[in-house]
């Protein structure tokens, strides 16, 4: 896949060794500007447990959203310790903001938090460039 311009503010192409794809922005985000949203259908989240899927995003006990369709731009954005995105749930939505100023060409990332990493980055160990977990930093280690 090469890389795929959408709507001109982003890109999704190779990331780094072991990622995948990557969402990078193709101009400056200022800091606090909306991003994205996630989308995906809404399922109870006793059901997203049981799902084959790593694209889900928990609003909250009840409601998760699955973000495996490929529509979801925001599938593509990148787990780091030191993310220059967050998300905010507001109205069952999931809205990405930019926590600083992002540079074009830049890789938008979020924390994807504790329990996701503990499940599915953990076993494989870290890939983010600032790992706030030494030991599990895929990068230190090769």
Known sequence: MRAQIL?????????????????FATNAIPAGEFVLEYKGRHVPTETADKLKTKYLFEIDSSWTIDGS?????????????????????????????????????????????EEYFKEFIEPHGCKCDRCKHPRLAFWRRS
């Open 69 to 113: 369709t490929r529509a979801n731009t925001a599938r593509y954005v990148n787990h780091s310790c030191a993310p220059n995105c967050e998300a905010d749930v507001r109205d069952g939505k999931v809205l990405i903001f930019a926590n600083r100023e992002i540079e074009a060409g830049e890789e938008l990332t979020i924390d994807y938090g």
């Open 7 to 23: 709507q001109t503010r982003f890109a999704i192409r190779r990331s780094k060794p072991g990622l995948g794809y990557g969402l």
